[in-house]
């Protein structure tokens, strides 16, 4: 498995996935689902702004050096159970809150664990259609929904961070790693061409278009995040 979606892995494991379905009211194995579908389609909304313009190249680079070190996952079993959070991330309050969108979160919150401001950058104006269809695919609610993707993509984001940094890798080096990583997940996904995922924020229609990409990212990386061992914190 690709690089990024490897960090990932090794810390949505058992345990935080059932802390995350306690956030929402939703059992661990649909997370696990929500998971298998949105991370790749995440992946493809970073790959569709990257190409866009220079700027969405630097802007992404800027975003991993100010706010995004991969420090979060370090702490991130303890944030989810509700401890104080340590590492890199120190004693930031309301960490749980700026996770989920919102709840206890600051007046400010802290821009590694803003989900819905990394998911504005992002997905921008698909983030609806990428909602509902996950919500089709996935049996939960578009609200339950809309809280995992707010609560997944700082992990994404924490992810990229950390292979950046252990990497040493300049702002071209993070465009290679976003585009390898889309083609892996494209590779592994049956049907897929070389771009689907980055087309797929561009071209679907709405949620129904999303929903039939989601089941088939959900049938390749369903059993991606299980029996995982947490990571100390």
């Known amino acids: 498995m690709a690089a990024i979606m490897d960090v990932i892995r090794s810390h949505l494991g058992h345990e935080t996935l059932e802390s995350l379905g306690k956030r929402v009211g939703a059992d661990p194995s649909i997370v696990q689902r929500v998971a298998s579908m949105a991370l790749p389609m995440l992946i493809g909304g970073l790959s569709r702004n990257v190409n866009a313009s220079p700027q969405g190249r630097s802007s992404l680079n800027a975003a991993l050096e100010r706010d995004h070190d991969g420090s979060l996952l370090d702490s991130l079993g303890s944030l989810l159970r509700g401890g104080t959070a340590g590492g890199g991330l120190g004693a930031l309050a309301g960490a749980v809150g700026d996770l989920f969108g919102g709840g206890s979160a600051p007046a400010e919150p802290s821009r590694a664990t803003n989900g819905d401001g990394i998911l504005r950058h992002v997905l921008g104006d698909r983030r609806e259609a990428v909602e509902e269809g996950t919500a089709r695919a996935s049996g939960l609610d578009r609200g339950q929904v809309g ?3 707010a609560a997944l993509a700082p992990m994404l984001m924490g992810a990229l961070g950390k292979v950046k940094r252990d990497r040493h890798l300049d702002e071209e080096g993070v465009v290679q790693l976003v585009e390898a990583e889309r083609r892996d997940l ?9 771009g689907d995922l980055r087309r797929l924020l561009d071209e679907a229609s709405g949620g129904e278009d999303v929903a039939s990409w989601a089941d088939r990212l959900s049938s390749m990386f369903g059993g991606a995040f299980t029996d995982q061992k947490e990571p100390p914190n």
């Open 186 to 194: 494209e590779h592994a996904t049956p049907e897929a061409s070389e």
């Open 147 to 149: 809280s995992l993707l």
